[in-house]
């Protein structure tokens, strides 16, 4: 299966600042997500990043706050724009070749929202 | 959508002892995953499966497709079993969690 880098593990950010959060995947993909993790919840999928094209975006999430582009089938990058401390959360990024194969997860970021 | 549900929601162990996670879902799936979450936060693929019996060392999994449910199965637990175990289905492409079992376990 697929392995994924992803980066930063971790960061610190001040209010009102963006952050990109990037995952580079070993081998070319089918499927890329984002998903937020607040404290103590699931995982909850902000948007599934579509090679070449915009990002399908989940209720309650939307491109303005979450800006996702996948320029490839191995690369995609997720902003948190105009941070607030309740953005505070793990973001991880998944891949998988599609309805057939299991899906891998990066290691993923924690942003703390200061 | 379709709603995936886990239990029980927490479980404490002694050191040992055999457990069983339980997911149930709403709707039929192409697929299923179950992944334990490490005190790091790093997700770790357990099983990947649709259907059937699965068995992994102390780890086995059972997915019956047609009743809509699965099963995580943990024998002779240890310490390092702690942490969150989650069940995640994919269904038209898009992979939904449970709300997770947090398995502690102690010595």
């Known amino acids: 299966s697929a392995v994924i880098s992803q980066k930063p593990s971790r960061d610190i950010c001040q209010r009102g600042t963006s952050l990109t959060i990037q995952c580079q995947v070993d081998?070319?993909?089918?499927?890329m997500f984002w998903y937020r993790q607040q404290p103590g919840q699931s995982l909850t999928l902000i948007a599934t990043?579509?090679?070449?094209?915009?990002?399908?975006?989940e209720s309650g999430f939307v491109i303005d706050k979450f800006p996702i582009s996948r320029p490839n089938l191995t690369f995609s990058t997720l902003t948190v724009s105009n941070m607030s401390p309740e953005d505070s959360s793990i973001y991880l990024c998944?891949?998988?070749?599609?309805?057939?194969?299991?899906?891998?997860f990066g290691s993923g970021t924690r942003l703390t929202v200061v | 959508g379709i709603q995936v549900e886990q239990s029980p929601p927490d479980l404490i162990l002694q050191e040992g002892a055999n457990s069983t996670l339980r997911c149930n879902f709403s709707?039929?799936?192409?697929?299923l995953q179950w992944f334990h979450q490490n005190p790091w936060g790093q997700l770790i693929n357990l099983f990947y499966i649709p259907s059937g019996t699965k068995q992994n060392g102390r780890l086995s999994a059972t997915t019956v497709a047609t009743e809509r449910y699965s099963l995580l199965y943990i024998s002779s637990s240890q310490t390092t079993d702690s942490g969150v175990y989650f069940c995640?289905?994919?269904?038209?492409?898009?992979?939904?969690f449970g709300a997770g079992t947090r398995l502690t376990v102690k010595p």
């Open positions: 081998s070319q993909v089918t499927m």
């Open positions: 995640a289905v994919i269904n038209n492409n898009d992979m939904r």
């Open positions: 709707d039929s799936v192409n697929n």
């Open positions: 990043a579509n090679q070449g094209s915009e990002a399908t975006y």
């Open positions: 998944s891949a998988g070749q599609g309805l057939n194969y299991g899906y891998t």
